[in-house]
């Protein structure tokens, strides 16, 4: 009977979550134009859409998230698409992004997702590498976009690692070691190439480092269980 109670309060929840998409839908609409002339989420509709949580649906509940399922996730998304693409492809970005919590220490997840306006974004680099040093990595690159990264308070940086000899670490299996390595927006430098057809107002611009130091327990990798600390469904 408990499990059965437990089922239906995270159903009823759930649908609170859609409800919550369903009432800023109007004002994603009424903004559509804005978004597609600016190439930006104006900051009254961020407003919004912080104020309904809708950037932490995928975030731990440990580190003060959401965490619904992703079917949920899904109908949401598809509510704030029928309004407007740019907005939906920022949320369901940062919402992937954001699982990345549940491979961090709980102390530093919590301390970058602790703002409840944080939003994590990242991108690839062709260009980019992470030298080990003491303590954790030295970055330089430069990243080819990052969607939704005007408005995020962090930024995720996918580098190939090497050794501080110079030489590319590899996986046991001879795969090239990869890592995330999450910085402060305030630190990179932004680039404005973001002028497309469509999805404008994601401003997926461009952002690089110089020899940035990044600490280790700042840096991750989603493609292995061992760094996963979160033992939830999710």
């Not at 903004?31 to 509709?45: F, M, Y």
Request: proline residues 6%.
């Amino acid at each position: 009977m408990d499990t059965l109670i437990a089922s239906f309060a995270d159903l009823a929840g759930d649908r609170t979550v859609i409800a919550r998409a369903e009432a800023v839908r109007p004002d994603v609409a009424d903004a559509s134009n804005e978004i597609e002339t600016t190439r930006r989420l104006p900051p009254d509709l961020l407003d919004k859409l912080h104020d309904a949580q809708l950037f932490r649906l995928m975030l731990p509940r440990s580190t003060d998230g959401i965490e619904t399922d992703p079917v949920t996730f899904f109908h949401v998304i598809e509510t704030i698409a029928k309004a407007d693409a740019s907005t939906a492809w920022c949320l369901s970005q940062a919402g992937g992004c954001a699982m990345s919590a549940a491979y961090l220490d709980l102390p530093v997840a919590q301390a970058i997702f602790a703002d409840s306006r944080a939003v994590l974004a990242w991108g690839p680099g062709p260009r980019v590498k992470a030298v080990e040093c003491d303590g954790g990595y030295r970055v330089t690159g430069v990243w080819s976009f990052a969607s939704g990264g005007r408005h995020a308070t962090w930024l995720g940086a996918h580098c190939p690692v090497y050794a501080a000899d110079g030489s590319p670490r590899h996986e046991a299996n001879g795969a090239p070691l990869e890592r995330t390595m999450l910085v402060r927006t305030e630190d990179v430098a932004w680039t404005d190439i973001w002028n497309t057809v469509g999805l404008r107002g994601t401003a997926s611009d461009q952002f690089a480092l110089t020899d940035f130091f990044v600490p280790a327990d700042h840096s991750i990798t989603r493609e292995f269980d061992r760094e996963r600390r979160e033992a939830g469904p999710l």
